[in-house]
């Protein structure tokens, strides 16, 4: 008999599962070596008047305030019931069919935009409800800032165009002598369809990368393309992190420096993102950075109209992906929390985390998002998950499986295998078994390939891999 290990290693799906790659790792995140458990879903605010589309918190010293946007207002969480308040300026909003608000920092100014209001400001601390940031403001679809500049993109009547305020001055917005507002229209490439901003600014339009450098008067940006033909597909794609901005376009997952554009899916997730999105629901995907773990993840709508996420480890190249209930997903900043401050919650057991948790720490990044009409947290149990292997055998000769033995650490796992003679039988897995005290798993199951099926069960905090025992099978 041969004992053979399956390292879990990289999760590949647009390759077959003949060539040894992960065929799936459900409800996981990438590891160096394996895979580790991801947090479910778990409500953080009550609900608000009406379903959100976008959350953000802003940070202003050691205070935090944290922000959800819905179709026709924007919405404050109120750490003392828990509530979301409405703080909309007056007459509400009406956010265009299949969009959502964005929003940015400029100092302790958030602005928002939605691309039917003029840009929204809040201060931090003094601000009791939004209003316009300036009556010569634009009203436009996205918001960055860039250097010492609050830029703006797009609008209903010029979507090629990009708008800057004055120097430091998130509410000049006229251009003109003493004053570095201006406005750019980006000559080729199509539509804007987002960006995002830091020491430079990343405009992405329909079949271009565009870089925005301040250059100082008398023309304050240079507009340079440092991408033709590679566009974005959707604004609801992009996310940043640091330098690094990552997006969808027409042929996969791309991530972009400012200087080089990369593809970071071509042959392994690309061909399985477009045959599993529901095409017609791209509108709804969002994407955002979770700092904890260093992934940055993709939400879409996928064909059975389930919610589903790509997540993708930047530092270790490595892909997996989940089925969480969420609409939308972001990185925010905590709310600082007292014991006290806690007892809107009723109990222990109705908190969304666990006392330790960085949620309740105030101003500590943290992995969020919206469902219907609740701010929620990715801080709930371990969601079920499931890895399975690629296919093993003999080189090519029947083999019967007759043990396994899945490495999990400091957990258990359940097991199940299929088999078949040849490629195109269906792949059939049979009931999973709980490994016995020794960690080990009976099993009897004949064939030339032979995939793994394993559910790591406890408190594991890594699957790294499972022992498989193959013996020769004779034929007649």
Known sequence: MAITRI??????????????TMTSVTNTFPLANGYGPLADVADFSDAASENLNAVYAGKSGASTALFAGGATKLFQYAQA????????????YTTPTGER??????????????????????????????????????????????????????TASYPNRVYWSDINDETDWTPGTGSQSDFQDLADGGDIIGMTGGEFGLVLTERSIVRMSYIGSPFFFQFD?????IGCLTSNSITQYGAQTFFLSDDGFYMCDGEKVQAIGTEKVDRFFFNDVELSKLNLMSAAIDPVKNLVIWNYVNQSNQPRQLIYNWQLNRWSYADLDVDYINSVYTPSSTLEGLD??????????????????????????????????????AKAATIISGDIGLQGAQSVATLAKPLVDNGSATVGIASRINLNNTITFSTNVAADAEGRVGLRSAGRYHRVRVTPTGSWTSALAVDVELAPQGTR
């Open 225 to 229: 393309n440092i991408a033709r033909n």
């Open 101 to 154: 608000w964005r929003f940015a920092q400029f100092g302790s100014v958030v602005v928002a935009a939605n691309g039917q209001a003029k840009l929204q400001a809040w201060t931090l601390g003094t601000s009791t409800a939004f209003a316009d940031v300036a009556a010569a403001a634009p009203t436009a679809y996205h918001v960055t800032v860039v250097r010492d500049f609050v830029v703006a993109a797009r």
């Open 7 to 20: 390292n879990f290693g990289e999760w590949t799906p647009d390759q077959p599962g003949v060539t040894g």
């Open 344 to 381: 809107i919650f009723g109990s222990l057991d109705s908190l969304p985390a666990s006392l330790d948790d960085r949620t309740w720490a105030g101003g500590a990044l943290l992995f969020a998002g919206v469902r219907d009409a609740k701010i929620v947290t990715f801080t709930g149990a």
């Open 81 to 92: 019931d828990n509530d979301l308040d409405n703080v909309s300026k007056a007459g509400g």
